[in-house]
């Protein structure tokens, strides 16, 4: 089993910065990729980022520039530094990790519970 746990979601105004968090834990021998997702109301899931254990980048077209993805790979946590905000960011965020576990070296692909991030005046 490997779990992840978000935070750092919330309300914010239009022009105004959020700072996501995610901690993979569990039977995790190794984390090839993690990265951040969204779904907006009404909208299919959406890569926004992701970041590989060398790290590398990819980013949505969409918030290029704007939002920031990192990793400390010591501590299986992934970030998103989300800035220069816009309503069309409100979406629920969800993390993602792809890697391999060590009792049984299977490969994972897990995903987190969401947050919600609304950009609202």
């Known amino acids: 089993q490997v779990q992840l746990v978000e935070s750092g979601g919330g309300l914010v105004q239009p022009g105004g910065s959020l700072r996501l968090s995610c901690a993979a834990s569990?039977?995790?021998?190794?984390?090839?990729?993690m990265g951040w997702y969204r779904q907006a109301p009404g909208k299919q899931r959406e890569l926004v980022a992701l970041?590989?254990?060398?790290?590398?980048?990819n980013y949505a077209d969409s918030v290029k520039g704007r939002f920031t993805v990192s990793r400390d790979n010591a501590k299986n946590t992934v970030y998103l530094e989300m800035n220069r905000l816009t309503p069309e960011d409100t979406a629920v965020y969800y993390c993602?990790?792809?890697?391999?576990?060590?009792?049984?070296?299977?490969?994972?692909?897990?995903w987190g519970q969401g947050t919600q991030v609304t950009v609202s005046s």
């Open positions: 993602n990790a792809e890697g391999s576990r060590w009792t049984d070296f299977t490969d994972f692909r897990s």
């Open positions: 569990g039977s995790i021998l190794s984390i090839y990729t």
């Open positions: 970041v590989t254990s060398g790290g590398s980048t």
